[in-house]
């Protein structure tokens, strides 16, 4: 899970913690404490708070458009020669 603090830094109180896949909107920053990337955010159910940018995704990470600028998020990722897991 991904804390949601009170203010930008690890030493801010934890309000919350976020699950994988939970939706947020970014409301403030960047800001920079504790050699991260803080991010304010306001949370489906009106929580709001600082997050480390480290910890983010943008959208839905299964939907690109060719031409898109996009990084691995989560690697190793292996580069197929086909469309399946079946690729070499």
């Not at 109180?13 to 504790?34: C, F, I, K, M």
């Amino acid at each position: 899970p991904l804390n949601l603090r009170e203010a930008a830094g690890t030493d801010a109180d934890v309000l919350l913690e976020l699950q994988s896949g939970t939706l947020v909107t970014v409301t403030d920053g960047p800001e920079s404490a504790d050699d991260y990337t803080w991010y304010e955010v306001a949370t489906e159910g009106d929580d709001s708070g600082w997050v480390a940018g480290e910890f983010l995704a943008v959208g839905d990470a299964a939907i690109f458009s060719a031409g898109d600028e996009v990084s691995v998020a989560d690697g190793p990722l292996n580069v197929r020669d086909d469309s399946s897991l079946d690729g070499d």
